[in-house]
């Protein structure tokens, strides 16, 4: 995901952006999870959330719900389309690889940075 993708995607999902859009929860539900017969949006992979909100925007998804869509991605960018499918799915909230990387004091070996011998036994 590009960088600032997830804030971006709050922005737009919970506020609308600067009137690029509406709120999500308005018709997807305060959970995000649907409301009626409006399907639910939360946690459906990012490919998944693009291609749907472009074939709205594009005129390549039809039926009601579509309908009612077309108006509210009218003015999104593909970009912005991207950072609202990071948003919603939770897996791209997950730390970078980095943050997991060990300190330089672990990746010398936690007994030497400790002041503890190699040795068998421990001491």
């Given at each position: 995901?590009?960088?600032?993708?997830?804030?971006?995607?709050?922005?737009?999902?919970?506020?609308?952006?600067?009137?690029?859009?509406?709120?999500?929860?308005?018709?997807?539900?305060?959970?995000?999870?649907?409301?009626?017969?409006?399907?639910?949006?939360?946690?459906?992979?990012?490919?998944?959330?693009?291609?749907?909100?472009?074939?709205?925007?594009?005129?390549?998804?039809?039926?009601?719900?579509?309908?009612?869509?077309?108006?509210?991605?009218?003015?999104?960018?593909?970009?912005d389309m991207v950072a609202i499918a990071?948003?919603?799915?939770?897996?791209?909230?997950?730390?970078?690889?980095?943050?997991?990387?060990?300190?330089?004091?672990?990746?010398?070996?936690?007994?030497?940075?400790?002041?503890?011998?190699?040795?068998?036994?421990?001491?």
């Amino acid at each position: 995901m590009p960088v600032g993708s997830i804030a971006k995607g709050k922005a737009l999902v919970t506020g609308g952006g600067s009137g690029q859009t509406l709120p999500c929860a308005i018709c997807h539900g305060a959970t995000l999870k649907g409301l009626g017969e409006v399907p639910g949006i939360a946690g459906r992979p990012p490919i998944y959330t693009v291609r749907q909100l472009n074939d709205i925007q594009n005129g390549n998804r039809t039926g009601s719900l579509a309908e009612l869509m077309k108006a509210v991605v009218a003015k999104l960018t593909i970009e912005d389309m991207v950072a609202i499918a990071a948003y919603l799915d939770p897996s791209s909230r997950r730390p970078a690889a980095a943050e997991f990387a060990p300190s330089r004091k672990y990746s010398l070996g936690f007994a030497e940075a400790a002041g503890h011998s190699r040795t068998r036994g421990g001491r």
